[in-house]
């Protein structure tokens, strides 16, 4: 009877019939303070399947934690065949903060399978008249060692813009409406931030 392989996760090696929490490096944060998740595995002495179990995707829903803490301290798992696989808290960042979401109101289990995350740089904002390619706007990872250059397409205005200084690939980054005529257009928003200027919303003496 051959004997059975160790499990190996993240560099790690649990021998069989025995238990382990390992730390799994998922992130970077843009000053260089490693993110991780903890990961604790039961690997067997028989053989049998690979099961999965995790929690904590809302960081604010912590009754799985609870439940996920007393199904590791189950005594059944002494004799189990195969392996378990168990995440107590998916979502560090919305636990810590009671937080649903993640840092950037991003709701994790809506993100699988996920994508690397980037720096936002916008160069124009809501209602500026623009020239097919024009730089408007540029994405880069931290350390700007490799960056990307977004132009635009076509002559128009800008209708909307994303607000959060980090991106994920497939977000929306800027909103271009296309004119039929950049004379009118350039004409209407001028006289929109004229209007805006003669009537401000606001008097600063009003707001003190």
Do not use: W
Request: aromatic share 4%; proline share 6%; charged share 25%.
């Amino acid at each position: 009877m051959a004997k059975r392989a160790g499990f190996e996760i993240g560099g790690h090696v649990i021998a069989p019939g025995t238990r382990q929490t390992v730390d799994l490096p998922v992130s970077v944060l843009s000053d260089h303070t490693p993110v991780s998740m903890s990961v604790h595995v039961i690997h067997g002495k028989a053989d049998g399947p690979t099961m999965f179990v995790s929690a904590g995707i809302h960081g604010d829903e912590v009754i799985g934690v609870e439940i996920v803490r007393r199904l590791l301290r189950t005594p059944h798992l002494k004799s189990l065949r195969g392996t378990l696989i168990v995440i107590p808290i998916l979502n560090a960042f919305g636990f810590i903060n009671h937080a649903r979401y993640l840092p950037d109101r991003r709701d994790l289990n809506r993100m699988f399978p996920g994508t690397p995350g980037s720096l936002l740089r916008i160069f124009h904002g809501r209602g500026d008249v623009v020239a097919s390619g024009d730089l408007m706007a540029v994405v880069c990872d931290p350390f700007g060692e490799n960056e990307q250059e977004i132009t635009a397409p076509f002559d128009g205005i800008v209708v909307g813009r994303a607000v959060l200084p980090v991106v994920n690939e497939g977000d929306a980054i800027i909103h271009l409406a296309r004119v039929q005529s950049m004379k009118r257009a350039e004409d209407a928003v001028g006289d929109l931030n004229d209007q805006l200027s003669d009537d401000p919303l606001f008097d600063e003496d009003e707001i003190i």
